[in-house]
């Protein structure tokens, strides 16, 4: 059974660098036909996906975030990265990693609840952007 578990910061300060890792266990990133995704949701809004970095190493970002989010990978640790640049208070949420088969990367919403249930979360963890 895969499970993801964020972890990182909790506190970063405007206009730097945010930067999570999620560790997985039970399976391999690199296992064919997967996408790991990074999602988040913010103070009173919807579920936001970020971008994703697909088994094969390929990455997908959110047109709105692309200039400032990277997401990469260390497959002999088993974990994927997002590095967020230039945050503001407006970044601040609960980000989650989350495993799917490419539809969100592909442009499904978020909100398609069979695609989510067909996806794994990891818990997910509060950064808060504050001085």
């Known amino acids: 059974q895969v499970q993801l578990q964020e972890s990182g910061p909790g506190l970063v300060k405007p206009s730097q660098t945010l930067s999570l890792t999620c560790t997985v266990s039970?399976?391999?990133?690199?296992?064919?036909?997967?996408?790991w995704n990074w999602i988040r949701r913010a103070p009173g809004k919807g579920l936001e996906w970020m971008g994703a970095?697909?088994?094969?190493?390929?990455?997908y970002y959110s047109p709105s975030l692309k200039s400032r989010t990277s997401i990469s990978r260390d497959t002999s640790k088993n974990q994927f990265t997002l590095q967020l640049s230039s945050v503001t208070p407006e970044d601040t949420a609960v980000y989650y990693c989350a495993r799917d088969l490419g539809s969100w990367a592909a442009g499904v919403s978020i909100g398609n609840m069979n695609v989510r249930a067909q996806s794994t979360w990891g818990q997910g963890t509060q950064v808060t952007v504050s001085s």
């Open positions: 970095i697909a088994y094969s190493g390929s990455t």
């Open positions: 039970g399976d391999s990133i690199s296992t064919k036909n997967y996408f």
